[in-house]
């Protein structure tokens, strides 16, 4: 063969480089599209969801493969517990939306007494289609608004279907919109009243939602790190990691009761890098300080997060701006979920009990660590081995959910349940379906005639 015509009729080297550098940028540009598009931006525009849909594919074989090898609604049904139904009543709506399995037994008197708003948030069976859902009941416990919880339209890698999520983290603003997150989920939302989505926000949110008195800004969880985002636009504003409190903490090794210690025989390491457990600390709840009770809570200031973390029975609160933890306190739940600033001074818990046999609310005192039983759940059967939520009402009442039961507890001061649901699933004749949590607003938090904007 003649080198020279070889050497013609083959690819001149500066094309060769040219591919190799346009490959290069294809690269760059692809991964810059996925990721700008996963981060909820529309710049990259159809090429930006084409590259994710080809980057996912993986994900998409795997989703498949553990719809199929899971139980259809496994992360949203629960088993039944022993209830006796017969005084229990249908959930009426005033807007023709019927809501199947959704069921309730109620004292007049505690309605009259409590007036308001009760919301829920959850799995349920709307007009005979399921769907994550938080439900809008009047004064009369009838149906009034629904806002669907959905991720359409939102391109992940991660997205999964919506059974196998969970709705876990909801807040609502005055004008009527909510901010939500899910369990499973991969953004974090703004809606407003008749569903409309206002912004999305990319990423792996959970677990809670909490505003800010102003409503400017509300706290997140994503990942191990606790999230302040701008309700306007849905932009992460300030993000502290577990490592940054952690940094900022050197003295106090209360957050490191899952790293693994090896005792290292033969030697005596320093400064060791040890791993950690699998999900070390497991955030469910950042609770920002109100200025209306910062006077009740001398020892903190306003905004100051209250923080639960999970996995090692641990509740703390830090400054926000020097990530310092302020105080702890570690043990006395099990498990525990939704610490809240109580209007008493106090801070009261969700405390799970994971492996007992009840679970219970607590009341505890962070100046001297002393703590009272506020509901104790073998009044009720009550028992949520995870989630759950609570809020303390204005009579001295208690709003209580149990997830895990898909069931929700009003509370007169005594202790006796006077408002009961019970979210079944018609389906089945030993299933509920979650309930994530209950609210209860004064009732001129809405105006009804904003419902007639949405037909």
């Not at 939102?154 to 901010?179: N, P, Y």
């Not at 306190?329 to 818990?349: A, E, F, K, M, N």
Request: charged share 25%; net charge negative.
């Amino acid at each position: 063969m003649n080198y020279n015509n070889f050497m013609a009729r083959s690819c001149p080297i500066w094309a060769l480089l040219l591919l190799i550098l346009l490959g290069l940028i294809f690269i760059v540009a692809f991964g810059w599209s996925v990721k700008s598009t996963l981060s909820g931006s529309a710049r990259s525009g159809i090429f930006g969801e084409l590259a994710v849909e080809i980057s996912s594919f993986p994900n998409l074989v795997k989703n498949v493969l553990d719809d199929a090898l899971e139980v259809k609604g496994k992360p949203v049904r629960v088993p039944n517990f022993d209830v006796d139904l017969t005084e229990f009543e249908k959930i009426e709506s005033i807007n023709n939306i019927e809501i199947q399995g959704l069921m309730v037994r109620a004292s007049p008197a505690a309605l009259e007494e409590n007036k308001g708003w009760r919301i829920l948030v959850g799995a349920f069976t709307i007009d005979g289609e399921f769907e994550n859902a938080a439900i809008a009941l009047n004064s009369n416990l009838e149906v009034a608004n629904v806002w669907h919880l959905t991720e359409q339209n939102i391109v992940s890698q991660e997205a999964r279907l919506a059974h196998r999520k969970f709705i876990h983290g909801l807040d609502l603003m005055s004008d009527g919109s909510v901010i939500y997150t899910f369990d499973g989920g991969v953004s974090i939302q703004r809606i407003d009243w008749c569903g409309k989505r206002m912004w999305a926000t990319g990423g792996g949110f959970h677990h809670t939602v909490t505003l800010e008195d102003n409503e400017r800004y509300a706290w997140s969880l994503k990942g191990n790190a606790l999230v302040r985002i701008e309700t306007k636009s849905g932009h992460i504003v300030q993000e502290i990691s577990m490592d940054n409190i952690i940094a900022a903490n050197p003295d106090i090794d209360v957050l490191g009761a899952r790293r693994r210690a090896p005792n290292d025989l033969g030697k005596n390491s320093r400064k060791t890098n040890d791993p950690w457990m699998e999900d070390p600390f497991h955030l469910n709840d950042v609770d920002p300080l109100p200025k209306k009770l910062s006077e009740k809570f001398a020892s903190f200031e306003e905004g100051d997060l209250l923080v639960s973390a999970r996995n090692i029975n641990l509740v703390f609160i830090i400054d926000p701006n020097s990530n310092k933890i302020k105080w702890w306190r570690s043990g006395v739940t099990t498990r525990q979920h939704d610490p809240d600033w109580g209007v008493d001074g106090r801070i009261h818990i969700y405390d799970n009990r994971m492996g007992h046999k009840f679970s219970r609310l607590i009341s505890l005192s962070p100046d001297d660590f002393k703590y009272d039983v506020l509901y104790d759940g073998a009044k009720s059967d009550f028992y949520s081995r995870i989630r759950g939520k609570h809020q303390i009402l204005n009579n001295g009442g208690i709003l209580l959910t149990s997830p895990q039961q898909g069931r929700v507890m009003e509370l007169d001061p005594k202790g006796n349940v006077t408002i009961e649901f019970v979210n079944r699933d018609l389906a089945s004749n030993n299933e509920n379906y979650v309930i994530s949590e209950a609210k209860w607003l004064p009732e001129n938090t809405f105006d009804i005639g904003r419902n007639q904007l949405c037909n």
